[in-house]
């Protein structure tokens, strides 16, 4: 079993970066493919970004060219850096692991592990 644990959201200006951090538990850790997920009140949860174990990236056109994800493997992480964020960006984030490393997607059913959230909130 993998747990992971999400940190670094917070209230930010519209503007405004923030960096979120997800832990994750396990040895193999470095062979998931790692994504990003939100979803604000009464909305889908929708696909942020990913990341491969060979740091292929894939983003949502939404959020490309002001998000940035990254994976630290000797220390089990993967961070989701965000600027210029937006009001409608406010969402509870939501790190996934897909264990059996596929390419970088953003089919939430095919992330076998969840994270519990946090929230980011952009004001405007």
């Known amino acids: 079993q993998v747990q992971l644990v999400e940190s670094g959201g917070g209230l930010v200006q519209a503007g405004g970066s923030l960096r979120l951090s997800c832990a994750a538990s396990?040895?193999?850790?470095?062979?998931?493919?790692m994504g990003w997920f939100r979803q604000a009140p009464r909305k889908e949860r929708e696909f942020v970004a990913a990341i491969t174990r060979f740091d292929n990236t894939l983003y949502a056109d939404s959020v490309k060219g002001r998000f940035t994800i990254s994976r630290d493997n000797a220390k089990n992480t993967v961070s989701l850096q965000m600027n210029s964020l937006k009001p409608e960006e406010t969402a509870v984030y939501y790190c996934?692991?897909?264990?059996?490393?596929?390419?970088?997607?953003?089919?939430?059913?095919?992330?076998?592990?969840w994270g519990q959230g946090t929230q980011v909130t952009v004001s405007s």
């Open positions: 396990g040895r193999t850790f470095s062979s998931y493919t």
């Open positions: 996934a692991a897909d264990r059996w490393g596929r390419s970088a997607h953003g089919v939430a059913s095919n992330y076998d592990y």
